[in-house]
């Protein structure tokens, strides 16, 4: 079995596991060691749960009603934060649609422009610099990395070898198993000085090396972050909710790598005659994240088959003659699925949506009511985002 798969077990029932051992320890414990990065297989203060959050295999709920069950909020802060801080970009991004756009756009101009040599002694772990070399080969090797240690990486990128942030994103992208278009793109814009103007992040040998635990202490990294700059963005779009047209007639349910738990979505949705899981791999950067997303997949068709009472089919392509076949074989005209959020599964979504409709199919996006309850909040900062958590979770019946 890969190893990624044997660190991250492809399964929501692993997640739940996972979880539950960790939720005791999302108190002082992850406060005071969330930002040491003891190094790869060794135990760490982190949840690890990020793949799992990623697509949905288990939700934000519940990791902050687990984490709840055993500490109040003011002792969970900084988990409860690092949670909502998903959360957070996903809604920011969905309102800034442009800035996923102008991303794939600086990455085709910047590949363009780069010098390859350096570009790719830095992805190998050829640099020379202590630190980062390992985590690019950890990240090649396991398709994971420690927050901290991916701020370092984002930081020495940019500021010391001055290669283009856009591929540093994609480097990630092509690696992460956790690959997500809104928390990798944000990101490293901010630790560009992009995301919030002129606000950057420098990675220092003193801070590497008291978060390490002395593993590392590299040399000669940039003393200075110098912001870039960009255009500015276009005006935040207003957040609508997705078309649901009533019906009482059955669907089909479309489960994408973007949402693989929709039966805590469905309970009020049409009935449901027909079940299909699609794991298409164009629409994942790198091996690591189809292999897993793969997996997770025939894990979703099993469990939803048993929560509906039907066999769910996979297949491995979300195009028109796919989901039109499955529709017909079905012998429905409305295709229910997840929302996806800013990505490579949204914009093939949204070019299907108009391909089904010219066969009489309905696309219908559900979008879950805690993305439907934070995302409006999400319009600047995270700090001001960060103050109406907690009205936002007792509106929402889940504290």
């Known amino acids: 079995m890969p190893a990624v798969l044997t660190d991250f077990p492809p399964t929501r029932a692993a997640a739940l596991e996972r979880l539950e051992a960790f939720a005791p320890r999302a108190g002082r414990a992850y406060a005071e060691g969330r930002n040491t990065d003891p190094g790869p297989g060794r135990p760490t203060a982190v949840s690890r749960l990020s793949p799992y959050l990623r697509r949905r295999m288990i939700t934000e709920r519940e990791v902050v009603q687990a984490v709840l069950a055993h500490h109040d909020a003011r002792a969970a802060d900084k988990y409860l934060q690092e949670v909502l801080w998903r959360t957070y970009w996903k809604g920011w991004l969905e309102q800034r649609p442009c800035v996923w756009t102008r991303f794939l756009s600086e990455r085709r101009r910047q590949m363009e422009g780069v010098d390859t040599r350096a570009l790719r002694h830095a992805e190998c772990g050829l640099t020379g610099i202590e630190g980062f070399d390992d985590w690019a080969r950890e990240l090649v090797e396991t398709g994971y990395l420690h927050n901290h240690a991916r701020m370092w990486f984002a930081s020495i990128w940019i500021f010391t070898l001055r290669l283009p942030w856009a591929l540093g994103a994609d480097f990630f992208l092509r690696h992460l198993i956790d690959a997500d278009p809104a928390s990798n793109t944000l990101s490293w814009r901010w630790v560009a000085g992009l995301q919030t103007p002129g606000k950057t992040y420098l990675a220092t040998r003193d801070n590497i090396a008291r978060h390490t635990e002395g593993r590392f202490a590299p040399q000669g990294l940039a003393r200075e972050a110098i912001a870039l700059t960009e255009p500015p963005l276009a005006a935040p779009r207003a957040l609508g909710e997705p078309p649901c047209p009533p019906t009482n007639d059955p669907s089909l349910l479309l489960v994408t790598e973007e949402d693989l738990h929709p039966d805590s979505l469905m309970v009020e949705a049409p009935p449901i005659s027909s079940l299909l899981v699609v794991a298409d791999p164009d629409l994942a950067w790198g091996d690591k994240a189809r292999r897993f997303t793969r997996a997770a997949a025939s894990d ?54 108009a391909d089904l409709a010219a066969e009489d199919i309905v ?12 995302w409006p909040h999400a319009t600047r900062g995270f700090f001001g985002f960060k103050a109406e958590i907690p009205a936002v979770l007792a509106a929402s019946g889940r504290t």
């Open 363 to 374: 696309l219908v996006q559900r979008r879950r009511d805690w993305d439907g309850r934070f």
């Open 300 to 353: 979703a068709c099993v469990r939803i088959g048993a929560h509906f009472g039907r066999p769910a089919a996979i297949a491995d392509r979300l195009d028109r003659e796919t989901l039109a076949a499955a529709a017909r074989s079905a012998g429905v005209r409305r295709i229910e699925t997840a929302y996806a959020p800013i990505g490579p599964v949204a914009d093939r979504l949204a070019s299907l949506t």
